[in-house]
């Protein structure tokens, strides 16, 4: 019932931008940790950004000063703005969130949405 939904990947010129978004529903009671972590091609995924219940962010080396992740603790959605997007960027974007439900705090993982740097 309780699932994690991403939006905004697309294709886009290096240089640019995009804004992912990632919303939960279902029987939510609250939502810790957030983060966003990719995959690119025959490459494990790996940590891009987190941001905890207060605001406090964490960022790969990689995406520091392009990326910016924020939340809205009202929507129970968590944002990824990215600037500067190099063909480097290129990966399945996931979201990860410790969401409190009834059986107590778990983790869950949206689909993922892809995001495309061309050159």
């Known amino acids: 019932q309780v699932q994690l939904v991403e939006s905004g990947g697309g294709l886009v010129q290096a240089g640019g931008s995009l804004r992912l978004s990632c919303a939960g529903s279902?029987?939510?009671?609250?939502?810790?940790?957030m983060g966003w972590y990719r995959q690119a091609p025959g490459k494990q995924r790996e940590l891009v950004a987190v941001?905890?219940?207060?605001?406090?962010?964490n960022y790969a080396d990689s995406v520091k000063g392009r990326f910016t992740i924020s939340r809205d603790n009202a929507k129970n959605t968590v944002y990824l703005q990215m600037d500067s997007l190099k063909p480097e960027d290129t990966a399945v974007y996931y979201c990860?969130?410790?969401?409190?439900?009834?059986?107590?705090?778990?983790?869950?993982w949206g689909k993922g949405t892809l995001v495309t740097v061309s050159s």
């Open positions: 990860n969130a410790a969401i409190v439900v009834i059986k107590g705090a778990m983790d869950y």
């Open positions: 279902g029987r939510i009671f609250s939502i810790n940790t």
């Open positions: 941001i905890t219940s207060g605001g406090s962010t």
